[in-house]
């Protein structure tokens, strides 16, 4: 027998730790989308540089969505933090071996990034902003023309899009007191989940774009049509989207087998990794777990698009719904289970 | 430059927690909080049981994963033999470190930064011992500089059994339990 008792109750720590509500998995997630929305941004604006208006529908929306949902995961950052108006001492220092530190500074870069490459179309879907503001119309057209300089943005954004995406989750994984985030496997799969994520989202964007409507051309009106219109008086073709389904389809797949990968390495670890292991296999987790990250958001999406590109259903908004659930539920079950997860001892305890 | 570091006789304690009060006392410790704190241990069947009473706190590791994983350098390792400290001013408040400790040592403080034990740096600097330690009435409680091997608690190492906490999360503690 084992009896261990403590006269510590501090709080957010004891009985287990719960530092981290619904913010970090919600930004977590969101910052998982924005890595996704870059590189498949990226890669839309290299086939734009190619000249390939088709693949390359996505340039203006995936940098514009990016931008405003960055801003959404900042705010969810913000609230986070206990001690708000120090916020700044974050860009005083650099700290090599804190996550933490490298992406403040990644996204530091990632907002003019983003911002810049969604000034790229923004005059062409706003013009009512080229009209107001002569610079952006001309910052737009100086990259236009010169498909070597949309090249260069686009390689930008795919490069900083995997750093930001995998550092949503080597953010957890450096941390040795929490034997579930303490595996390396963890940024890969928060890169290849919010790669996903990013797709359903574009694909729900193309889907709900009002179609075949001129474009709003007042201040306000025009803001919203840039964001939610498609380029244009055309709706994207048909191929687009596909292109989307088929990357998801890819990457649930990938997401899957890194699940499967994660599971097996805590398992065959040591005993507080295995214990980490039960929280999800059977513990209080398990029902999020398996019901809602691998059956809902992962296998049913994944079905239901296969069905989709084999012509046997009819598109619709549901799997690209499902994989955004799927995606917030990982992060939340990663976050919650990973602050109950500790190291198991047998010795000192 | 010295290692401080505590040796605490687990044999001699009693866990009365007047080391917990006198730390509540010197450094204004918010309610509800605590730096430290008494664990108790029993092991074995009845009637052959044993009991391991311990005063803890911040083991001040060598090797201090909330000094790694902090944004802002606010938790760091200070000059003074090594004691790891958050400088309130620096801190964000993003938990990083709390979630970081395998030992739950560190809370947030009500107005917002992390906080924890600072071997009470503010006495050590005048050469006197933490408030913990001076006032422990069965004198269980060791402080001193790990690396001059004429210190209390170097020749309590040497001469006797102990362990730390959790020795395989690779922190390299320097909170050291004689048993």
């Known amino acids: 027998m084992l009896e261990f008792t403590t006269t510590r109750h501090n709080p957010q720590v004891d009985p287990v730790l719960s530092v981290w509500n619904w913010e970090i998995p919600l930004y977590l997630f969101v910052g998982g989308i924005v890595a996704g929305l870059m590189i498949l941004g990226g890669i839309a604006m290299l086939r734009m540089a190619r000249g390939d208006d088709t693949r390359g529908y996505f340039s203006l929306h995936a940098p514009l969505a990016a931008f405003m949902l960055l801003n959404v995961g900042m705010v969810a950052l913000l609230l986070d933090l206990a001690h708000k108006l120090y916020v700044w001492a974050v860009y005083l220092t650099f700290q090599p071996t804190s996550p933490m530190s490298w992406g403040s500074w990644v996204l530091l870069i990632v907002y003019p990034l983003l911002m810049a490459s969604a000034l790229i179309r923004l005059p062409e879907a706003w013009p009512w902003l080229a009209r107001t503001v002569p610079a952006i119309k001309r910052w737009s057209d100086a990259l236009l023309g010169r498909p070597e300089r949309i090249r260069l943005l686009a390689w930008l954004n795919i490069v900083l899009g995997v750093a930001l995406g995998i550092y949503t989750g080597i953010l957890l994984s450096t941390m040795v007191a929490r034997p579930l985030w303490n595996v390396s496997i963890l940024g890969p799969l928060f890169l290849v989940s919010g790669l996903s994520a990013g797709a359903a989202l574009l694909h729900l964007m193309s889907v709900l774009l009002p179609p075949k409507r001129p474009a709003p051309q007042g201040m306000i009106g025009g803001a919203l049509g840039a964001l939610v219109q498609p380029l244009g008086p055309q709706a994207p073709e048909k191929s687009a989207a596909n292109w989307l389904i088929r990357a998801d389809v890819g990457l649930l797949a990938v997401e899957l087998l890194m699940l499967g990968l994660l599971l097996v390495g805590l398992l065959t670890a040591t005993a507080s990794h295995a214990a980490a292991f039960d929280l999800l296999m059977s513990g209080r987790f398990a029902i999020a777990f398996w019901g809602v990250l691998i059956v809902l958001g992962i296998l049913v999406p994944l079905l239901l698009q296969a069905l989709e590109l084999g012509h046997r259903i009819a598109h619709t908004i549901v799997p690209a719904a499902l994989v955004l659930v799927g995606g917030y539920t990982l992060r939340w079950l990663m976050v919650n289970a990973g602050q109950v997860s500790g190291i198991v001892s047998t010795a000192a305890r | ?179």
């Open chain 2, 1 to 179: 430059m010295a290692r401080f570091g505590m040796v605490i006789d687990t044999r001699k304690c009693v866990g009365c927690m007047d080391c917990v009060v006198a730390c509540q006392t010197e450094n204004d410790v918010p309610l509800g909080h605590a730096r430290d704190w008494i664990a108790t241990v029993v092991r074995g069947e009845f009637p052959s049981l044993s009991m391991e009473i311990r005063s803890e706190r911040c083991n001040h590791c060598d090797n201090p994963p909330c000094v790694h994983c902090c944004p802002t350098g606010a938790s760091h390792v200070s000059g003074l033999g090594g004691i790891v400290k958050v400088t309130a001013n620096r801190c964000i408040g993003c938990k990083a470190c709390l979630a970081a400790c395998p030992y739950g040592a560190r809370f947030v403080h009500p107005k917002g930064y992390a906080d924890k034990c600072t071997f009470c740096d503010h006495r050590v600097k005048e050469g006197k011992d933490p408030a913990c330690v001076s006032v422990c009435p069965t004198h269980c409680m060791h402080f001193g500089d790990l690396d001059d091997p004429q210190s209390t608690v170097a020749t309590l190492l040497r001469t006797s059994r102990w362990h730390t906490l959790l020795p395989e999360a690779g922190t390299r503690p320097r909170v050291y339990f004689l048993t």
